[in-house]
């Protein structure tokens, strides 16, 4: 009887890992983990899943934060460089212990905790007294303490960071386990947990990387990747700093941006996320899930939970939100803006104040998911979000979708024209139902490139000064990121000598202009803030059209394109693109000479209850017939437009032709005045 029980003891302490193979716990580990308060906390983690709801997505990836720990105590116990006894001991206690405090469901209930912070002040306080004693009993004898900006209460309350709460949390149940279990110096594991500048810290999240990275990629079928230890690990020989900067730290670091956009941050899967961490933050608002029984539940209990709230499974409730995706942006913010991950979802929300509650509401009532992510920190430039926008697939308004996109726009992506074109296409795309868009300025580029030819070097020259004095007002405004070619255009004529003469002459005039053409189209991404820097080359663009000088179509073109931006008012968010080309069938792309799904310009407009599309074609001869089939084509997307039963959408058509032959025909005469 004996013999079996040594038998039973030696199962219970090696384990068969998919990446490593079989290993032991060694001892004095062993027999602390069987110890009955641990155990408890290892039955919970066992059951958490380490992929939480992506796992109903990667039905394969069913392994669990347990798992996770085993893995990095193996890893941690077979490190050969850089660690004495005593380090190497606190490092796998570390790699054992750290995962105490995983909430459940993991990044559902960690955006769930931080929107509850925003929300409920009550909340706040609770939290606070739970991380309080922990915060103060490892920070006060650091010597950084008074000057660190990673302080758990900082990177928690302000940042919102996910592995400091979690950090907090751990650090929380480690200190709390029962005074006879002999875990080492309790203190130092403590800050490993929470302290980023801790060495224990670095090592460990560099261990914790390393493995999951193997693991998530083998259990999903992503990919098939092995990384030796002795290989990832080598340098640590010659200190943290050098192991972080290692090649195979800055493979797995790929490898993370990799799982990041087919994994970790896949639309459905972050809709799915946000969904239900509004329901849970809404039942810790509320009081009807209690902190202290939040951070002792597993995956299965918060379901069940949220399952009594919503009377149905949380999981059939997303499936019954089904959603459509519409874009996904990285954007870049300043360091002294301070933003977190909730605070800029409430800013592109347009909630303020005592409107914060539409956190948890605009789901229902407006069928868009905003889900915000911070993903990594610029050393030269401050943290790095990701926004991904779904809406609710039955959803009949489009309004919230455009407000979203324009104030992305409006606010963070004044200086990068791609991204500032790429939101309108792809909230256009979704209006045509899932269309898909492009759009070519090659046209008004080389239409404004040609009238340089037409005009004399009087004229250019004020076209020139006029646009230089009002970007030169914008350049003033501190709120304002103006794009570099723009910026390059004004610095160029800063010139002491061209300051003095404003007159250019010959080539130089001829390179002046082209430079100022670049800076106008990128800057036309966002006319209602620089729609006035259009109005010198729209005046000029008149002129020659009432002057017969030029009857080009495309000069026609160019003039509407104008037109749409220099009318934009500031209140009212608009985007134009020039020549947008519509794929109808997905299975026949459009072919750039096809002008059937070609359209001259279009503008997006936000209203105060609504949006409007507007279209527009320049008819290139005065043929009644010509006139009458451009006017069938913007009936056809028009059609496509409203079929698609949006109850706040407006769309007109306008067709600017010198054939009057209905209502939606305006003149080339009418089309000089912007907004008519």
């Known amino acids: 009887m004996g013999k079996r029980f040594d038998e039973i003891r030696a199962i219970e ?77 606190e490092l796998e206690w570390l790699c054992l212990l750290r995962g105490l405090g995983h909430l459940p469901c993991t990044y559902v209930s960690a955006s769930a905790v931080f929107m509850a912070i925003k929300l409920s002040s009550g909340f706040e306080r609770r939290l606070r007294a739970l991380i309080r004693p922990i915060a103060s009993k490892i920070c006060s004898g650091c010597n950084d303490g008074e000057y660190c900006s990673d302080k758990p209460n900082v990177a928690i309350f302000e940042n919102h960071g996910y592995e400091a709460l979690r950090g907090a949390l751990s650090a929380r149940k480690l200190i709390r386990l029962p005074s006879e279990i002999d875990i080492g110096h309790r203190d130092s594991l403590a800050r490993g947990c929470v302290c980023p500048k801790s060495r224990s810290y670095r090592i460990c999240n560099a261990i914790s990387r390393y493995d999951y990275m193997q693991r998530d990629l083998y259990h999903t079928g992503l990919a098939r990747f092995n990384m030796s230890c002795d290989e990832a690990f080598r340098t640590l020989n010659d200190g943290v700093d050098t192991l972080e900067a290692s090649p195979p730290m800055r493979l797995l670091d790929e490898l993370y941006d990799y799982l990041v956009d087919s994994l970790y941050l896949r639309p459905d899967i972050a809709c799915c996320e946000s969904l239900l961490a509004k329901l849970l933050a809404a039942k810790l608002c509320a009081g009807e899930i209690d902190l202290d029984a939040l951070i002792e539940y597993d995956d299965m209990s918060l379901m069940r939970n949220l399952e009594m709230a919503l009377r149905s499974s949380p999981m059939a409730y997303v499936k019954e939100h089904p959603a459509v995706f519409i874009f996904r942006v990285d954007i870049p913010i300043h360091w002294f803006d301070t933003l977190n991950p909730t605070a800029l979802e409430m800013q592109l929300l347009g909630a303020k104040g005592s409107q914060k509650r539409k956190l948890l509401t605009y789901p229902e009532e407006d069928g868009a998911i905003l889900s915000v992510h911070h993903m990594w920190d610029d050393p030269e430039g401050g943290p790095i979000f990701r926004v991904i926008l779904n809406v609710v697939q039955a959803s009949k308004k489009i309004r919230p979708a455009v407000s979203i996109a324009f104030s992305l726009r409006d606010r963070f992506l004044g200086h990068r024209l791609e991204d500032s074109l790429k939101l309108p296409e792809q909230i256009l795309a979704y209006a045509l139902g899932r269309k898909r868009i492009t759009h070519d300025d090659s046209r008004v580029r080389a239409s404004l490139s040609s009238m340089f030819k037409a005009i004399g070097e009087g004229e250019a020259n004020k076209v020139i000064w006029d646009t230089y004095d009002i970007l ?40 002046v202009w082209e430079v100022m053409l670049t800076g106008l189209c990128n800057i036309a991404s966002n006319p209602n803030i620089f729609g006035e820097a259009w109005v010198p080359i729209f005046g000029q663009l008149s002129h020659l059209v009432r002057s017969g000088a030029n009857s080009d179509g495309e000069v026609y073109e160019a003039l509407a394109y104008a037109s749409e931006l220099v009318s934009a008012k500031r209140g009212r968010p608009r985007a134009v693109l020039p020549s947008m080309r519509f794929d109808t069938d997905k299975d026949n792309r459009n072919d750039k000479g096809d002008s059937k799904n070609e359209i001259d310009v279009v503008s997006l407009e936000l209203w105060p209850e609504s949006v409007e599309i507007r279209m527009i074609e320049c008819t290139k ?51 000089l005045k912007p907004g008519s």
């Not at 350049?475 to 003469?501: E, T």
């Not at 250019?504 to 005039?509: A, F, I, K, S």
Request: net charge positive; proline share 4%; charged share 30%.
């Open 13 to 89: 302490t090696e384990y068969i890992d998919p990446l490593y193979g079989i290993y032991r716990i060694d001892e004095p580990f062993a027999s602390t983990l069987n110890h009955a308060a641990i155990q408890n906390q290892i039955e919970r983690l066992r059951n958490i899943k380490s992929l939480g709801l992506i796992f109903h997505f990667f039905p394969a990836g069913n392994h669990t934060k347990w798992e996770h720990y085993l893995g990095m105590y193996s890893v941690a116990k077979n490190m050969k460089y850089g660690l004495n006894k005593p380090e190497r001991e």
């Open 472 to 511: 030169l007002r914008c350049a003033d405004r501190k709120d304002l990121d103006i794009p570099p070619v723009a910026r390059r255009f004004w610095r160029m004529l800063q010139h002491p000598a061209r300051m003095r003469s404003r007159s250019l002459r010959g080539e130089e005039l001829g390179r």
């Open 621 to 671: 001869m005065g043929s009644a017939g010509k006139a009458t089939d451009d006017h069938s084509k913007l009936e056809r997307f028009k059609g496509i437009l409203e079929s698609q039963r949006f109850s706040d959408l407006k769309v007109s058509i306008k067709v600017v032709s010198n054939s009057q032959v209905g209502k939606d025909f305006v003149s080339i005469g009418k089309l």
